[in-house]
């Protein structure tokens, strides 16, 4: 069995100073996999971000701290805060996992090179079996350390690269389904 865990699917992230971002559809590919799983009755962990930051979009007290209405989780899925990028340091996710005897899990969400990879290599190293699935996460444009602007896609595109056989498996939503038809 495998986790299904959503990350940062809040109100925030839609916020236009976050910039362009890429993976425009990534919101049908999760609510694709949500309900997936939601029919398997398989374990769905909901992600928010709790910024201690005033100025983030993040912040808890604004909009943008919500959950969006077609994320909001249903009775038996656990929702997790978390105050820095990974999801699974400073939070109660490895725990919640170990307890229910489930090692393996799929991200998707936000951001790709911010959220999604933190959690990917704490995960990996903490021996979890991860998936990352690629068209359901996105991020947004990024100046890169030299100050070269990098689209959203070749941002998305090198978070992948960084994560897939080492710390993950960087799969499609379509390579995912099928997976969980074989358990």
């Not at 993040?58 to 999801?87: D, N, R, V, Y």
């Not at 489930?102 to 995960?123: D, H, K, M």
């Amino acid at each position: 069995m495998i986790a299904l865990v959503l990350i940062d699917q809040q109100k925030g992230i839609d916020n236009p100073r976050l910039g362009p971002r890429n993976n425009p559809l990534a919101e049908i590919y999760i609510l694709k996999l949500l309900n997936t799983w939601r029919e398997l009755e398989w374990p769905i962990f909901h992600v928010i971000h709790k910024s201690n930051e005033k100025d983030s979009v993040f912040w808890p007290e604004q909009s943008g701290f919500e959950l969006k209405s077609e994320f909001m989780p249903k009775a038996g899925e656990t929702l997790i805060e978390k105050s820095i990028p990974c999801a699974i340091l400073n939070s109660s996710l490895a725990q919640e996992l170990k307890k229910l005897k489930i090692y393996s899990f799929a991200l998707v969400g936000a951001s790709t090179n911010n959220s999604i990879e933190a959690t990917a290599r704490t995960g990996g190293n903490m021996g979890f079996k991860v998936y990352v699935v690629e068209e359901a996460c996105f991020t947004f444009d990024k100046a890169d350390f030299f100050g070269n602007f990098r689209s959203a896609s070749e941002v998305h595109a090198m978070s992948l690269a960084n994560l897939h056989g080492e710390y993950a498996d960087v799969i499609s939503c379509e390579q995912l389904l099928n997976h969980t038809k074989s358990n």
